[in-house]
């Protein structure tokens, strides 16, 4: 029986890595590019790269395969790009190449585009030439402001004029065109009055240099520009970091699947070729492409993406699957009820993309301060150019002059550096401590927040099952159980392998896992068996009634029957957490798609009074939407696919490590570490950075009303207008670096969580 | 006043030659791996691309 055993193992081993591999093939071959003279490029992510050496072991690895024209591995994006001279047959001997020297080969997905940044790159270029004139402009510009007169200065200003205006043409592009996409929807946003103040400022220096004689702002106009360029590049590259280390984490989703032909060969067709009636073969550890039914086989499916529940479901033919949940233990045979577009998971999709897009109505408070900022400007200005009107008695020149310094000096480069910076700065501690953050409205809308929703399964508890009571016995029985379970992939069996002290020494052969029901094995002639109570049972001595509790049974042949009893862990912090917040005003709740007794439970370990059990993915949506409805914001925390829809729709959200693909795209935040108290600290940073988004605003209209005066009465000259532009940027800057000392509190994750959940191992 | 008809064209020559430096240094992709960079000069025979 052991012989055959192992050849059902090895067969089902060959399918996994045939199919997995020729999924990868065929997406490589999806993101490649082709070069002129017939030579292939093609990125491949090895995530398992992290030294010097790893790179001299990949580059001459596959440098010496033939056919390679070029390898080049890139140790910050992960990544190797290979040339191949004919690509056809070569990338499967790559691909094969890199699994051989230990580096699993997968594809790169959204980060092989990321690598070619068109926009950052723009952006960079666009920062170089602002730096460059803005510096020469700067040093043109001293000598007028310390006493050069006659040609020296009309010559400074005509040099000047050179540098600046081809930069102001490059390098406020991005700005320009901002503006001119707002202006278009006839919507202000911050863009608008800055661009108007740099292409105010030179075109009246242009007129003065040339016509007037009088003063130049090309130094304001072009050192604005870089100011600001700084911001937007920061605040480009924060994001882009986010997102790559998001997609770092990322399990390959099923991106197609294995469908078996007429005549039995199995070819890998990407998910929008499979249709109804197709059969498709899932190994074990794959997620299901496609709803269906099973034709062939039997294994136990985790359908925690759909349903929240932690333990597996045994599935045998005739069942129903649905798309993104995990097949376990056992290839199956699947026949296709619905198209990949139709199936659960592209509803959940649709569900989210319904939700994100009626979130969108949030402005950002730096558009909205503009909304604000942009008509007192400009009423300013207006007023400015009226006064002097009838004070000159019609001086249009002196007018003109007063009117447009006024909007050259409330041009918001203060303003504009106000929240990216602060945003960068606070993005980056939270970076530092494991928290990603994909947009900085959401430190905005985190700050906002009065209540806080929970998913159970997953977010509060860790969604790995513990072992409660062991009941089994320490000795020859716990060591043949440990060594059984640790040879189990369930997580059933895993809690028990990690509850049971000791070694796992034991002698057993001709293992074998029996889909829907257990493991199985040998020791000494005897059977055992780890698994579920009812076929364990078979081969135990006393049949007494049979536990109803949720709990992995272990006996050998002849024996009794050991039970233990499972029950959910609580995740480390999850009650200080709450208690954190809730002393912040903060109202927590659960919303969870378990039964009721179980979600009870956690309330009442983490001392929530609200809590809702039983709901779908549909009904969370309903119930976020009835709070908004209310006023409330609301942030949502949850992992599961279920959650998905809820954490697009939440004012704010938050995915710890362990969610979903989907619910970490969805989510504002993505935890990297499996520490809950992270979203305290999350919250408290934002609020933070609340703070000093506000102070950065009050400093930098502190400065207009100095300024804008001196303005309005026609005092303004370039000196002022530098000093005054520069000196208020770095004050923002500077009270933004105080966001740099944020820290979390690491003393709150060691604080032991409600008694009454600590998972009793019984040392037996 | 001579000397600023040579000395600002030198001083813009300077900052230009940076520039273009960068530009070139951007477009080369000298910035696309600055780990891997830290972590090459580690080893001791170079790797040469196969022609």
Not at chain 1, 473 to 480: H, R, V
Not at chain 1, 663 to 685: C, I
Request: include cysteine.
């Amino acid at each position: 029986m052991s012989c055959c055993a192992d050849g059902v193992a090895k067969q089902v081993v060959t399918n996994t890595q045939d199919s997995a591999r020729a999924g990868l093939l065929s997406e490589l071959a999806l993101q490649a590019r082709h070069l002129g003279d017939g030579s292939v490029n093609y990125q491949i992510a090895a995530p398992s790269m992290h030294c010097g050496n790893c790179v001299n072991t990949l580059e001459c690895g596959l440098g010496a395969l033939p056919d390679v024209a070029k390898v080049r591995a890139n140790l910050s994006l992960k990544q190797v790009s290979v040339t191949l001279r004919s690509p056809e047959k070569s990338l499967e001997t790559v691909v094969a190449k890199m699994d051989e020297l230990g580096f699993k080969p997968q594809s790169p997905g959204d980060l092989a585009r990321q690598s070619h940044d068109e926009v950052l790159q723009r952006l960079v270029r666009s920062l170089a030439v602002a730096g460059f004139a803005s510096a020469n402009v700067m040093l043109l510009s001293l000598p007028v402001w310390t006493g050069a007169t006659g040609a020296t200065e009309t010559l400074f200003h005509y040099i000047s004029a050179l540098i600046a205006l081809p930069a102001v043409a490059y390098a406020g592009r991005p700005f320009f065109s901002s503006a001119w996409a707002a202006l278009k929807q006839r919507r202000v946003n911050m863009d608008v009055p800055i661009s108007l103040g740099v292409l105010l400022a030179t075109g009246m220096s242009l007129y003065e240099s040339f016509l007037g004689g009088g003063q130049a702002y090309f130094d304001a106009a072009v050192s604005l520009l870089f100011f600001l360029l700084i911001g937007r590049v920061l605040d480009h590259m924060m994001r882009n970091k986010a997102r790559a280390a998001a997609s770092h984490l990322a399990q390959l989703a099923a991106k197609g699947g294995m469908v078996i032909g007429a005549d039995g060969t199995l070819t890998y067709l990407p998910l929008g070729g499979i249709k109804p009636g197709m059969v498709l073969r899932v190994a074990a550890g794959e997620r299901f492409p496609v709803d269906g039914t099973v034709t062939d086989g039997a294994s136990d499916v985790d359908r925690a993406l759909v349903s929240g529940e932690s333990a597996p479901v045994a599935i045998e033919i005739g069942s129903g699957i649905e798309a993104g949940t995990l097949n376990l233990t056992g290839s199956v045979d699947i026949k296709a009820t619905r198209a990949a577009e139709h199936s659960f998971l592209a509803e959940i999709t649709q569900m989210m993309v319904a939700a994100e897009n009626g979130r969108s109505t949030y402005m950002q408070l730096s558009d909205r301060m503009a909304k604000a900022y942009a008509p007192v400007v400009h009423i300013l200005a207006l007023t400015t150019f009226a006064g002097w009107l009838i004070y000159s008695h019609g001086n249009l020149h002196a007018s003109i002059t007063a009117a447009v310094s006024v909007l050259i000096i409330t041009c918001p480069c203060a303003l504009g550096l106000a929240v990216p910076v602060a945003h960068v700065i606070s993005a980056g501690r939270l970076f530092a401590s494991g928290i990603l953050m994909k947009d900085g409205s959401a430190l905005e809308r985190l700050a906002a927040i009065d209540t806080a929703a929970f998913d159970k399964t997953g977010t509060l508890t860790t969604g790995q099952p513990s072992v409660k009571h062991l009941g089994i016995p320490a000795g020859e029985i716990a060591t043949l159980a440990k060594a059984l379970a640790l040879r189990s992939v369930h997580p059933g069996a895993k809690a028990i392998a990690a509850a049971i002290e000791g070694s796992a020494s034991a002698s057993i052969a001709g293992l074998r896992e029996v889909p829907g029901h257990g493991v199985e094995a040998s020791h000494m002639g005897h059977r055992l068996r780890l698994g579920r109570a009812s076929w364990v049972a078979e081969i135990a001595a006393q049949t007494t009634s049979l536990p109803t509790e949720t709990g992995v049974a272990f006996a050998l042949e002849g024996g009794p029957l050991y039970y233990s009893t499972l029950s959910e862990k609580l995740r480390d912090g999850a009650a200080a957490t709450i208690a954190k917040l809730s002393a912040r005003g903060i109202e927590s709740c659960i919303l969870s798609g378990d039964g009721g007794p179980q979600v009870e439970v956690v309330a009442l370990a983490c001392c929530i009074k609200e809590y809702h059990a039983g709901l779908k993915p549909g009904d969370k949506l309903a119930w976020l939407k009835q709070k908004a409805e209310a006023g409330k914001h609301v942030l949502m925390v949850g992992d599961g696919l279920n959650d998905a829809p809820a954490l697009a729709a939440a004012h704010v959200s938050i995915a710890p490590a362990s969610a979903s693909d989907v619910g970490r795209t969805a989510a504002d935040f993505v935890l990297t570490s499996d520490d809950l108290t992270m979203v305290n600290f999350a919250h408290e940073a934002a609020l933070k950075t609340a703070r000093i988004v506000k102070e950065n605003f009050a400093l930098a209209i502190i400065y207009n009303v100095f300024a804008v005066p001196l303005a309005m009465a026609g005092q303004l000259n370039p000196l002022i207008a530098a000093i005054a532009m520069s000196s208020s940027s770095i004050i923002v800057v500077a009270n933004s670096l105080r966001l740099q000392l944020l820290k979390p509190d690491h003393s709150l994750r060691a604080r032991p969580t409600n008694r009454t959940f600590k998972p009793e191992v019984a040392h037996a | 006043m001579n000397g600023l008809l040579f000395l600002i064209p030198v001083a813009l020559g300077l900052g230009a030659l940076g520039l273009t430096a960068f530009m070139w240094s951007l477009s080369n992709g000298q910035y696309e791996d600055l780990e891997g960079a830290a972590s090459r000069i580690l080893n001791d025979e170079e790797i040469e691309p196969r022609a």
